[in-house]
């Protein structure tokens, strides 16, 4: 993944030297366009792409609405030395901080759903695939229960029983603080692989995995496709799926990282200015449900899903002032002369320009807009076709504000 064009880092650069370092960077030798919107420079351009920089392979785990590898790598390049410390308020399944140790810098994140520890943690300290065998033989997997909830509808029984066994297995561990780093692992995996539409699943075919469907409209599902379970083995498809993950060399046995369960707005855990790089991407206003998306896990992680309060912002006000309050604490935890890459989506066809509203969040403190960097995952056509018109259209291109930390 390398963007050597980007190598020339220095703490102290002003904001206008690191705007003319992306305004001269191109990947694909097109120029890059850059529009004047009130005061603040759009710079338009294929800055980086999931074809030509392959990811590496540990990312591979479904989250609603992650992003590629590719962008936190290329705020990393850009804007860090190794060994600084990075950092994602919203981390979900963990791709900036575990990108951030995969380049050699301190890894910090932080999301209100406990889920996302859960699925970045043990990333961080990948164990080696034979200990995973290991403890896969050592797992009774005929210990497992028909639970309350009717889970029939997406599993075989004798799946059901392999997966309740492990459930059963993992929570007492945790009980008794047991669980080690294979543990770990082996939970994100069988978090990963609950359901999903392949047989590399444990269900039956279901909607893609990060959006667990109600036990009615799997009902629904399987009487319109007249399928019924089919038997998948629990163990087996937890060591395939860990040899894909670990199929690229992993650059640390055990990264020093910095995680939590916690609402972006408060994390009093991470030091004042020890932060020298956020790369995030918040909830946009109701594009996702992450509770109804996360029931599943949830059982199987044994943690209540109604205990975890995910923002919601429908009206455009409300969520800045989410986004005011969240800027405050990135503030603090941010070094002198640290970058905030604040990823925003197309959110109801375009109509609401999310980039403005974070650069409204932002006045007042002590942040400077450095500029708005539009990614368009295809830059073909001239440049002229990245007009204001036209930006807004694509589902591929990602809209991220840079503030620099005064
Ligand atoms: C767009 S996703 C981020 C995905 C992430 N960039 C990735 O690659 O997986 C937004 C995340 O914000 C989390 N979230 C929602 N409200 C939050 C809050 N108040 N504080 C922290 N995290 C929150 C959600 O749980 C979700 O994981």
Same mark, same amino acid.
């Given at each position: ?41 759009? #710079? ?51 791709? =900036? ?22 699925? =970045? ?43 309740? &066994? ?79 993950? #670990? ?32 790369? =995030? ?24 899903? &109604? ?100």
């Amino acid at each position: 993944m390398a963007t050597s064009q980007l190598k020339r880092f220095d703490a102290d650069e002003s904001p206008g030297s690191v705007l003319e370092r992306f305004r001269r960077f191109s990947f694909t030798g097109a120029p890059t366009v850059v529009e004047e919107r009130e005061g603040v420079p759009f #710079l338009f351009n294929e800055f980086w792409t999931a074809r030509q920089r392959q990811a590496h392979r540990i990312h591979e785990i479904s989250y609603r609405a992650c992003f590629k590898p590719q962008l936190p790598a290329f705020f990393i390049e850009a804007l860090t030395e190794p060994g600084d410390a990075v950092h994602d308020p919203f981390m979900g399944r963990g791709t =900036t901080p575990i990108q951030a140790a995969l380049m050699g810098r301190r890894p910090v994140g932080a999301d209100i759903n406990p889920l996302s520890v859960l699925l =970045t943690r043990p990333r961080l300290s990948p164990p080696l695939l034979a200990a995973i065998e290991r403890r896969l033989t050592e797992i009774d997997w005929q210990d497992g229960e028909r639970p309350d909830l009717d889970l029939a509808v997406f599993y075989h029984p004798e799946t059901l029983i392999e997966l309740t &066994a492990l459930r059963r297995w993992l929570l007492e561990r945790q009980a008794a603080d047991a669980i080690d780093p294979v543990d770990d692992w082996i939970r994100m995996i069988a978090l990963n692989r609950l359901t999903g539409h392949s047989s590399g699943f444990f269900s039956v075919y279901t909607l893609p995995p990060n959006q667990a469907v109600s036990i009615e409209a799997q009902r629904k599902i399987n009487r319109a496709r007249g399928q019924t379970p089919p038997r998948r083995s629990v163990p087996a498809i937890i060591l395939k799926k860990s040899r894909t993950l #670990l199929g690229d060399p992993v650059p640390y046995a055990r990264a020093p990282s910095e995680l939590m369960a916690a609402p972006a707005e408060a994390t009093p855990a991470i030091a004042d200015g020890s932060i020298r790089l956020v790369v =995030t991407s918040p909830p946009f206003l109701d594009v996702v449900q992450y509770d109804a998306d996360n029931w599943l896990r949830c059982w199987f992680a044994g943690i209540e899903p &109604a205990g975890v309060p995910i923002a919601m912002h429908r009206d455009p006000e409300a969520w800045t002032g989410f986004v005011r309050g969240v800027m405050r604490e990135l503030v603090r935890v941010l070094a002198p002369g640290g970058h905030i890459a604040f990823e925003v989506g197309e959110v109801r066809g375009g109509k609401i320009e999310l980039e403005r509203l974070v650069l409204a969040a932002a006045a007042g403190l002590t942040l400077v807009p450095v500029c708005v960097l539009i990614n368009a995952q295809s830059f073909t056509k001239t440049a002229n076709c990245w007009g204001v018109s036209n930006n807004r259209k694509g589902t591929n291109t990602n809209r991220i504000v840079l503030l620099q930390k005064r």
